[in-house]
């Protein structure tokens, strides 16, 4: 009795010591997920600091306050991430001692099925007639062949916990590959959030330097942003009627195919859907393609044509993401560009614009960083670079463009002017900016093709 005692106890110690360790590393899962929880909501109340933000006036306490705020979103973001890092972590230990489990239930099903296995050969090896002269009593010849049946019981029992433990072993080792994508993805994530810190702080540190802390400063650097837009826009507007190229609107994709992905991730554009009272679209959409209101009011700027792309609001520091496979056609930074006179080119910013095998380019305007450079193959979703506002930008957003590839052409202004033989111009010509330009009828509205 005390060595079946002793036995049992053997046998229950291994599975009790599984379960509290799973017990204990759920309990540091589930005080993950706590921390989720709470970080989210703060994140969800910085969110909702900035759409305020947003609302009023243009001004440069405002604009450092959005600084601030995005960094705290960032930072709260990063814990976050780190988090879910930390609980996967735990999960696939929690699955691995699971893992383990099985194959020892798997080792030892396994043996018990050898020995029934061992008793059926013994038993087949004797015949039937001396098994029943073997007996003492018919009563002894019965309950060998109860026995035996019990065996064939007992065996398929053996069998079919074998193969619901190896199906479970199979769901396990699945699952520790899921949770250790998983991984991959979320450390993605965390270097994409630090880097879009450093591109806040970045943001941040400039426009300081740039108005010395002064109000004053600030409204004269939006003044001239404004002035020397409007000279370029008029320049580039003649310089566009002087392209000999021909776009043939038989090779484009058809209008309403949706062949083009959102520049952003999906949890970036869902956060817009939840968000649609601010801007009142469910995409972040802060200007139209075409004649829109804004364009209309400020003629002096866009020259009576239009918007020639989409403005997505997005914080500095997020993470723009191809519209669709293709190849990176080139890239650029018309900040660079400065006339004589010391006067900045106030255009795309930081940009890079993609060429996709269906006649069709796409351009991401404004950015405060690039993470791909010419020649370069891109998939859809893959990180171009980071949103900010750079260039001809108030607040942060990302100008998305669609262009007919054979209506485009990246050029250097400032040679392309002297070879037509005019004068200086604006400082994004005479300083030699570098950036796509395009006939009239390429510009193509990016919402017939999202």
Same mark, same amino acid.
């Given at each position: 009795?005390?060595?079946?005692?002793?036995?049992?106890?053997?046998?229950?110690?291994?599975?009790?010591? #599984?379960?509290?360790?799973?017990?204990?590393?759920?309990?540091?899962?589930?005080?993950?997920?706590?921390?989720? +929880?709470?970080?989210?909501?703060?994140?969800?109340?910085?969110?909702?600091?900035?759409?305020?933000?947003?609302?009023?006036?243009?001004?440069?306490?405002?604009?450092?306050?959005?600084?601030?705020?995005?960094?705290?979103?960032?930072?709260?973001?990063?814990?976050?991430?780190?988090?879910?890092?930390?609980?996967?972590?735990?999960?696939?230990?929690?699955?691995?001692?699971?893992?383990? /489990?099985?194959?020892?239930?798997?080792?030892?099903?396994?043996?018990?099925?050898?020995?029934?296995?061992?008793?059926?050969?013994?038993?087949?090896?004797?015949?039937?007639?001396?098994?029943?002269?073997?007996?003492?009593?018919?009563?002894?010849?019965?309950?060998?062949?109860?026995?035996?049946?019990? %065996?064939?019981?007992?065996?398929?029992?053996?069998?079919?916990?074998?193969?619901?433990? !190896?199906?479970?072993?199979?769901?396990?080792?699945?699952?520790?590959?899921?949770?250790?994508?998983?991984?991959?993805?979320?450390?993605?994530?965390?270097?994409?959030?630090?880097?879009?810190?450093?591109?806040?702080?970045?943001?941040?540190?400039?426009?300081?330097?740039? =108005?010395?802390?002064?109000?004053?400063?600030?409204?004269?650097?939006?003044?001239?942003?404004?002035?020397?837009?409007?000279?370029?826009?008029?320049? %580039?507007?003649?310089?566009?009627?002087?392209?000999? %190229?021909?776009?043939?609107?038989?090779?484009?994709?058809?209008?309403?195919?949706?062949?083009?992905?959102?520049?952003?991730?999906?949890?970036?554009?869902?956060?817009?859907?939840?968000?649609?009272?601010?801007?009142?679209?469910?995409?972040?959409?802060?200007?139209?393609?075409? /004649?829109?209101?804004?364009?209309?009011? /400020?003629?002096?700027?866009? /020259?009576?044509?239009? #918007?020639?792309?989409?403005?997505?609001?997005?914080?500095?520091?997020?993470?723009? !993401? +191809?519209?669709?496979?293709?190849?990176?056609?080139?890239?650029?930074?018309?900040?660079?560009?400065?006339?004589?006179?010391?006067?900045?080119?106030?255009?795309?910013?930081?940009? &890079?614009? *993609?060429?996709?095998?269906?006649?069709?380019?796409?351009?991401?305007?404004?950015?405060?960083?690039?993470? &791909?450079?010419?020649?370069?193959? *891109?998939?859809?979703?893959?990180?171009?670079?980071?949103?900010?506002? =750079?260039?001809?930008?108030?607040?942060?957003?990302?100008?998305?463009? &669609?262009? +007919?590839?054979?209506?485009?052409?990246?050029?250097?202004?400032?040679?392309?002017?002297?070879?037509?033989?005019?004068?200086?111009?604006?400082?994004?010509?005479?300083?030699?900016?570098?950036?796509?330009?395009?006939?009239?009828?390429?510009?193509?509205?990016?919402?017939?093709?999202?």
């Amino acid at each position: 009795m005390k060595r079946a005692l002793l036995l049992f106890l053997f046998l229950l110690f291994p599975a009790f010591a #599984h379960a509290q360790s799973v017990s204990d590393l759920q309990s540091q899962i589930d005080a993950h997920n706590s921390q989720i +929880a709470s970080l989210e909501t703060d994140i969800l109340a910085y969110q909702k600091q900035l759409d305020a933000l947003g609302t009023t006036k243009n001004t440069l306490q405002s604009a450092i306050n959005s600084l601030s705020l995005s960094q705290k979103q960032l930072a709260a973001q990063i814990k976050v991430t780190q988090n879910k890092i930390a609980a996967a972590n735990l999960q696939i230990q929690e699955l691995t001692l699971s893992i383990g /489990n099985k194959e020892s239930l798997i080792a030892s099903d396994e043996a018990a099925i050898g020995k029934a296995l061992e008793g059926l050969a013994e038993r087949d090896a004797t015949p039937l007639v001396a098994t029943l002269l073997s007996t003492r009593s018919l009563g002894e010849a019965w309950q060998a062949a109860d026995a035996a049946v019990e %065996l064939n019981r007992a065996l398929d029992a053996h069998i079919s916990e074998l193969e619901a433990a !190896r199906a479970a072993l199979a769901d396990n080792r699945d699952k520790v590959s899921a949770a250790k994508a998983e991984l991959v993805s979320l450390a993605a994530d965390l270097a994409l959030q630090k880097k879009s810190v450093d591109a806040n702080k970045a943001a941040q540190t400039v426009l300081l330097a740039q =108005t010395k802390n002064q109000e004053a400063n600030y409204q004269k650097l939006l003044a001239d942003k404004v002035s020397a837009e409007k000279v370029f826009e008029q320049e %580039l507007a003649d310089l566009e009627g002087q392209l000999n %190229l021909i776009v043939h609107p038989g090779l484009l994709p058809k209008v309403g195919s949706g062949v083009l992905s959102w520049p952003f991730s999906l949890a970036f554009m869902q956060n817009c859907a939840a968000r649609h009272s601010l801007f009142k679209n469910f995409f972040c959409i802060t200007q139209y393609f075409g /004649n829109t209101p804004f364009t209309t009011a /400020n003629p002096q700027i866009y /020259n009576s044509m239009g #918007h020639d792309g989409l403005d997505i609001g997005a914080a500095i520091g997020t993470p723009v !993401r +191809a519209a669709l496979t293709g190849s990176v056609l080139g890239t650029g930074n018309t900040d660079l560009a400065h006339d004589s006179r010391g006067r900045q080119c106030y255009s795309f910013g930081k940009w &890079v614009m *993609v060429e996709h095998g269906n006649g069709l380019s796409t351009l991401y305007a404004h950015l405060s960083e690039i993470d &791909v450079a010419a020649g370069q193959s *891109v998939a859809t979703g893959e990180v171009l670079g980071l949103s900010g506002m =750079t260039g001809y930008a108030t607040g942060p957003h990302l100008h998305f463009g &669609v262009y +007919a590839t054979e209506g485009t052409e990246i050029l250097n202004l400032s040679k392309w002017r002297s070879s037509t033989g005019q004068s200086s111009g604006s400082p994004c010509t005479d300083g030699g900016a570098i950036m796509p330009v395009a006939t009239k009828d390429a510009y193509l509205n990016p919402l017939s093709y999202l």
